[in-house]
């Protein structure tokens, strides 16, 4: 096979994977993220201690992660028919995909989470800090760059279980790999593709290390506290306070 004839099969792949773990990916930091803080909050010793809701949501997450994703994809088939109407294609696969990586962003955000110092939730709490207002100044700025790091190692899994989603009629470049390397003994084709994979997969991997240093380095969980943001915001009342006495 001529590079001619690779060319549109290769652009067609890129562009399907590219869809794929684009539009699984922003499903599962839409759904895990929040996931993962619930977590958080409602283990024991937690901002809303639950430990039924807790054990109930953590087991739910476990199963998610177990499961292998060739299987996961087709115990889903009928709730993808359902919502694509259809099982085969690119945006069929999105639905597995994102299912899937719904469960292992949640574990990632709640390990990052979980590193934040304990010391400024107390403090933000004992100057009248609702558990909105914990989640939002503090757990999540705090562990920015620690998610940022769980972004990236999800997209990288992601895109593996796209490949895999190629042989079942999902598209892609594991759909390509298969289908010409395989089956029609194109190694050339093949490495190529392994060759687009490994450059993609390295080049999201360095951004995110990139993106993560970059929050570290402006702050992170060693930068200015929440809780001297909210102590600067109190301090005009308390000097006002003192002018009356």
Same mark, same amino acid.
């Given at each position: 096979m001529t590079w001619s004839e690779m060319q549109p099969l290769l652009s067609q792949a890129c562009s399907e994977t590219f869809t794929m773990v684009l539009w699984s990916t922003l499903i599962a930091v839409a759904?895990?993220?929040?996931?993962?803080?619930?977590?958080?909050?409602?283990?024991?010793?937690g901002l809303l201690q639950n430990v039924v809701a807790n054990k109930v949501v953590g087991q739910v997450? !476990?199963?998610?992660?177990?499961?292998?994703?060739?299987?996961?994809?087709? =115990? #889903?088939? *009928?709730?993808?028919?359902?919502v694509t109407g259809t099982t085969i294609g690119t945006t069929a696969a999105i639905v597995p995909l994102a299912i899937g990586g719904i469960p292992f962003f949640a574990r990632l955000v709640e390990t990052a989470v979980r590193e934040v110092d304990h010391g400024l939730v107390e403090a933000v709490?004992?100057?009248?800090? !609702?558990?909105w207002t914990i989640v939002r100044k503090v757990l999540?700025?705090? =562990? #920015?760059? *620690?998610?940022?790091?769980?972004?990236?190692?999800?997209?990288?899994?992601?895109?593996g279980y796209s490949?895999?989603?190629?042989?079942?009629?999902?598209?892609?470049?594991g759909d390509l790999a298969v289908r010409y390397g395989y089956q029609r003994f194109e190694t050339e084709l093949m490495w190529i593709t392994v060759a687009?994979?490994?450059?993609?997969i390295s080049l999201i991997q360095f951004a995110g290390d990139v993106a993560a240093r970059a929050l570290y380095s402006r702050g992170g969980r060693s930068g200015p506290a929440p809780k001297l943001r909210l102590l600067k915001a109190k301090e005009p009342a308390a000097a006002d306070v003192s002018k009356v006495a």
């Open positions: 759904a895990g993220l929040p996931l993962g803080l619930l977590l958080v909050v409602t283990d024991r010793g997450v !476990n199963i998610g992660r177990s499961m292998p994703f060739i299987i996961l994809m087709v =115990a #889903l088939m *009928s709730f993808t028919r359902w709490q004992s100057m009248g800090g !609702n558990t999540i700025p705090e =562990a #920015l760059p *620690s998610l940022i790091a769980s972004g990236t190692t999800t997209v990288i899994a992601l895109i490949a895999m989603a190629g042989t079942v009629g999902g598209g892609g470049l687009i994979l490994a450059v993609v």
